[in-house]
């Protein structure tokens, strides 16, 4: 699905960029890896217990599928509320860079910030990759408008697939349910590699895959943290050695 020249008369309100917006939902093949994994999601949940409302609350308040993964996990284990709060703050640290690199998309001279809070709780993973795709062919004065319509889209599709995963839960084999969790990260992987744009970019994902198994070999729990900051430093050096010179 293609999106309206920028000086299009259909961008002409933020109505139609939000509409806009949750029509693009339908132009990512994120959106079928979101679905399969909050059918995971919704199973997950049915099986430790908890209710059908609960998990639909958790889907749009927490909106991050790794972070309840662990709030699900951990609160069904038997831990307390704030042992999980913490472990879900500190999962949800991963998306303060995605925020810090996606809001300057949106401003604009006129942008309060009260405006960008509602925008700001979408931005996870799927929200960020394809904002980097999008928001260049949206004109800079629709786009707050259009990325809470592609938010509200990327959520009814979550939530509606945690209540049918919930519901299939039964029947749905385990094996099967953990399978599909792996989707995720599989598909957030490739699209990170198909938006890598500077030798900058390449060579930080090429680094992380490559020292992810020699950080595995510590056993510090933080395998991908150690990783993947190892890997930023690295290629942001090198960035910057080739800009000075």
């Given at each position: 699905?293609?999106?309206?020249?920028?000086?299009?008369?259909?961008?002409?309100?933020?109505?139609?960029?939000f509409a806009w917006g949750m029509s693009s939902v339908a132009s990512t093949v994120l959106t079928?890896?979101?679905?399969?994994?909050?059918?995971?999601?919704?199973?997950?949940?049915h099986d430790t217990h908890f209710s059908l409302g609960w998990v639909l609350a958790s889907t749009?308040?927490?909106?991050?599928?790794?972070?309840?993964?662990?709030?699900?996990?951990?609160?069904?284990?038997?831990?307390?509320?704030?042992?999980?709060?913490?472990?879900?703050?500190?999962?949800?640290?991963?998306?303060?860079?995605?925020?810090?690199?996606?809001?300057?998309?949106?401003?604009?001279?006129?942008?309060?910030?009260?405006?960008?809070v509602f925008a700001t709780h979408f931005i996870a993973v799927t929200l960020w990759v394809e904002?980097?795709?999008?928001?260049?062919?949206?004109?800079?004065?629709?786009?707050?408008?259009?990325?809470?319509?592609?938010?509200?889209?990327?959520?009814?599709?979550?939530?509606?697939?945690?209540?049918?995963?919930?519901?299939?839960?039964?029947?749905?084999?385990?094996?099967?349910?953990?399978?599909?969790?792996?989707?995720?990260?599989?598909?957030?992987?490739?699209?990170?590699?198909?938006?890598?744009?500077?030798?900058?970019?390449?060579?930080?994902?090429?680094?992380?895959?490559?020292?992810?198994?020699?950080?595995?070999?510590?056993?510090?729990?933080?395998?991908?943290?150690?990783?993947?900051?190892?890997?930023?430093?690295?290629?942001?050096?090198?960035?910057?050695?080739?800009?000075?010179?």
């Amino acid at each position: 699905m293609a999106l309206p020249p920028l000086d299009s008369p259909q961008w002409q309100n933020s109505l139609c960029a939000f509409a806009w917006g949750m029509s693009s939902v339908a132009s990512t093949v994120l959106t079928l890896v979101l679905f399969a994994t909050y059918l995971g999601i919704g199973a997950l949940a049915h099986d430790t217990h908890f209710s059908l409302g609960w998990v639909l609350a958790s889907t749009l308040l927490v909106w991050a599928g790794p972070a309840q993964i662990i709030l699900i996990s951990t609160l069904g284990s038997g831990a307390t509320v704030v042992q999980a709060a913490v472990a879900v703050t500190v999962s949800a640290v991963r998306l303060f860079p995605m925020v810090v690199s996606v809001l300057p998309m949106l401003r604009t001279s006129q942008t309060k910030r009260r405006h960008l809070v509602f925008a700001t709780h979408f931005i996870a993973v799927t929200l960020w990759v394809e904002c980097y795709r999008l928001l260049p062919q949206v004109p800079r004065g629709r786009r707050i408008a259009f990325v809470h319509g592609l938010g509200c889209g990327l959520l009814t599709v979550c939530l509606s697939a945690t209540a049918l995963g919930y519901g299939l839960a039964a029947n749905l084999p385990q094996l099967f349910a953990a399978a599909i969790l792996l989707l995720t990260p599989l598909a957030f992987l490739l699209s990170t590699a198909r938006n890598c744009r500077q030798i900058s970019d390449i060579l930080a994902l090429v680094l992380g895959l490559a020292l992810y198994p020699l950080a595995a070999t510590l056993h510090t729990g933080v395998d991908i943290l150690i990783s993947g900051i190892s890997a930023g430093t690295i290629a942001y050096g090198v960035h910057w050695w080739r800009e000075r010179a």
